[in-house]
């Protein structure tokens, strides 16, 4: 029984635990509004379905390094006067948040606030053990909606008319009117969930968590599967819209709207998530490629 605890916790765990509960009873009774309001209402929409999955894998990576908390610290490793200046910014942030009902700020404020508390507590070190947590909240915060309406509209456009250009070619009746596509006797709209920019930001931070993972200290790998994401996201959006397209040709339109839609919403995610894998495949290749060249050269 003893061993399981300190597997779970590392030795040290209860004082530590103690010591930190101020900050942590705090930081709940700041947020816990925040997070109820998230989950009463902008959770509910699809294009925010994936916020509670960002939280979860924070927490997770939280988790993953917690005996970096319990670990002795000194004063002299620590950065106050950094770690006040970030914290009173977030608390600010959050406080106009909070006054003129601004999401994008009250989500915000809390990398800024807990980047201060770590900075205060534990110094830079902190902030280098836990910045992709921190970074990786950036993808629950909701974008304001001109962004999201000049972006989506444009990929609607492109992936609709790549999804006619290829179902065309392969022999299918189908036509498009600006994201409307016309197979048979059936009408899909391409909707904002198919090709949008919130798919767009949900499949970044797929690849980006992939790269967290994978912890690949290959410069090369590591940025150019970051560019190559938009495309794969792109690839994957065609799919799952010619996907729809097929089961309703062949199905109908209960079919395509039905379990079918939720399932090509899954589809969507598998496929990107197999593209991003094949093609760290490729150019852990090329780099493998290069760097025997440069070897025997």
């Known amino acids: 029984m003893k061993t ?5 916790m590392p030795e040290g765990w209860l004082p530590a635990l103690v010591r ?10 700041l947020y816990a509004v925040v997070y109820q309001n998230l989950y009463l209402t902008t959770w509910n929409d699809q294009d925010q379905a994936h916020g509670p999955i960002i939280v979860m894998v924070v927490l997770y990576l939280f988790w993953m390094d917690r005996a970096f908390f319990f670990q002795s610290n000194t004063a002299e490793k620590r950065a106050p006067l950094s770690g006040w200046l970030v914290l009173v ?3 600010l942030l959050y406080l106009v948040g909070r006054v003129f009902e601004v999401l994008i700020f009250e989500l915000g404020s809390q990398i800024l606030v807990l980047a201060g508390v770590f900075l205060i507590t534990r110094g830079w070190a902190g902030i280098r053990k836990f910045w992709f947590a921190l970074f990786f909240l950036v993808f629950m ?5 001109f962004i999201v309406d000049a972006v989506t509209l444009p990929m609607k456009i492109a992936v609709s008319y790549v999804a006619e250009y290829i179902l065309y070619g392969l022999g299918y009746p189908i036509a498009r009117s600006g994201v409307v596509l016309q197979i048979g006797q059936y009408q899909l709209l391409v909707a ?12 970044e931070a797929l690849g980006l968590l992939y ?11 590591n940025i150019t599967l970051t560019i190559l994401i938009v495309p794969i996201s792109f690839t994957a959006n065609v799919i799952r819209v010619m996907t729809l397209t097929l089961i309703t040709y062949y199905f109908g339109d209960a079919a395509g709207q039905g379990f079918m839609h939720g399932f090509a919403g899954m589809l969507l995610f598998v496929v990107a998530l197999m593209l991003i894998i094949w093609i760290d495949s490729i150019l852990q290749f090329i780099e493998k490629k290069f760097r025997s060249r440069k070897a025997t050269a």
């Open 89 to 91: 910014t977030g608390l």
């Open 4 to 8: 399981l605890a300190n597997n779970l």
């Open 211 to 221: 790269l967290n993972i994978i912890r690949s200290h290959s410069v090369f790998r």
């Open 192 to 203: 904002d969930a198919c090709a949008g920019l919130h798919t767009l930001v949900s499949l």
């Open 20 to 29: 930190t509960s101020p900050i942590l009873l705090g930081l709940m009774l």
């Open 141 to 145: 915060i909701p974008l304001p909606g």
